[in-house]
T-cell receptor
């Protein structure tokens, strides 16, 4: 069966510090991968998605970036965090041929102080 | 741009009551998903509907996809405290990699 992991679960970082959040998927090949941010337990804002290694599409201009160094690894990064980067970050995957159904990771709670 | 409007945004009810959550759009979707998210966790897929007029039942939850595939509803019978959470609907369109998510309905069921 497929599983998706995210770490860390919780992160407290000072303003201006760098960020690296990691997401890995097991049990599937060539998944589509997504990064979302969720504020205050409400709707999901799509940040990035990837359909293959090294292929990243950005949906929202910001100081965040994403990379996909391996087929089942997706990384969200920032060189300098802003207060507004605080939130709940979710990674998700879909089967390459069944794009509508998304499977989410447990999330990372980020607090920027 | 496709939009999905969910209503109500918030719902607070007593255990045993029935409720319906709506997900509406002016756009046609090839499929629609419902997710439930508990605080501090990722959303979990409940159901996918793909055919206009389709009705799916999952224990006390009944999901319906509108005939024109522009809207959907989720009905919960005899709600329990364990049903508490954020309910999200999402629509998919054939060739797109990007689903459209509604903003969610936050449900609290009091014992």
């Amino acid at each position: 069966s497929q599983t998706i992991h995210q770490w860390p679960a919780t992160l407290v970082q000072p303003v201006g510090s760098p960020l690296s959040l990691e997401c890995t998927v097991e049990g599937t090949s060539n998944p589509n991968l997504y990064w979302y941010r969720q504020a205050a337990g409400r709707g999901l804002q799509l940040l990035f998605y990837s359909v293959g290694i090294g292929q990243i599409s950005s949906e929202v201009p910001q100081n965040l970036s994403a990379s996909r160094p391996q087929d089942r690894q997706f990384i969200l990064s920032s060189k300098k965090l802003l207060l507004s980067d605080s939130g709940f970050y979710l990674c998700a995957w879909t089967h390459p041929n069944i794009k509508e159904t998304q499977y989410f990771g447990p999330g990372t709670r980020l607090l920027v102080l | 741009t496709q939009l999905l409007e969910q209503s109500p945004q918030f719902l607070s009810i007593q255990e045993g009551e029935n409720l319906t959550v709506y997900c509406n759009s002016s756009s046609v979707f090839s499929s629609l998903q419902w997710y439930r998210q508990e605080p501090g966790e990722g959303p979990v897929l409940l159901v996918t509907v793909v055919t206009g007029g389709e009705v799916k039942k999952l224990k006390r939850l009944t999901f319906q996809f509108g005939d024109a595939r522009k809207d959907s509803s989720l009905h919960i019978t005899a709600a329990q405290p364990g049903d508490t959470g954020l309910y999200l609907c999402a629509g998919g369109s054939g060739g797109s990699y990007i689903p459209t998510f509604g903003r969610g309905t936050s449900l609290i069921v009091h014992p």
